[in-house]
């Protein structure tokens, strides 16, 4: 088995910061996925199809919609691949912000777009601070890490103070 317990105890999933699954979800799904040994996307998947899996309710299972979201997902992409050179410096040609306040609608505007506007650029600072904090959430277990991290923390953290300048 993959799995290993620390001091034989049961495993206690809870979602990561940001996601959209609730802590129930995330035990139940952790449970299925170490019950029986998943570690395989693919895997996951063929799990997960049974109506009476534990992981069915993750998964989209009417194609039709299921197609058109990952095409969503797609054009995210397509969207965050993009870069401009700006003052010599690449960066997305396209930022995620939130133009409504409808939480629910993702838009993508154009990086000119973005730096021309004090409201816009105040959430890709916050963003950008998000990230850094789930980034050290992430790595901040891996004591080896811990000095790079104090290090790469500080350096972002000085980009951040010239970008919100």
Known sequence: MIFEFVGGEKMQY???YGSRLTPEQAQRYGEAIERWDLTRPVDVVEAARPVDSP????FEWEDSRAA???RRQQAAYVLRSLAVVVEDRPMRAFVDVQV????STQEYLNINVVRR????MA???AA???DLRAWQRKYAEYVKLADDLKRVTAVIDAELAEVAE
Do not use: M
Not at 100 to 103: E, G
């Open 55 to 58: 992981l069915h309710d993750a």
């Open 128 to 130: 950008a601070r998000r």
């Open 68 to 70: 058109e979201l990952y």
């Open 117 to 120: 506007n004090g409201e816009f």
């Open 123 to 125: 959430q890709v600072v």
């Open 14 to 16: 809870l979602p990561v």
């Open 100 to 103: 409504t306040p409808d939480a």
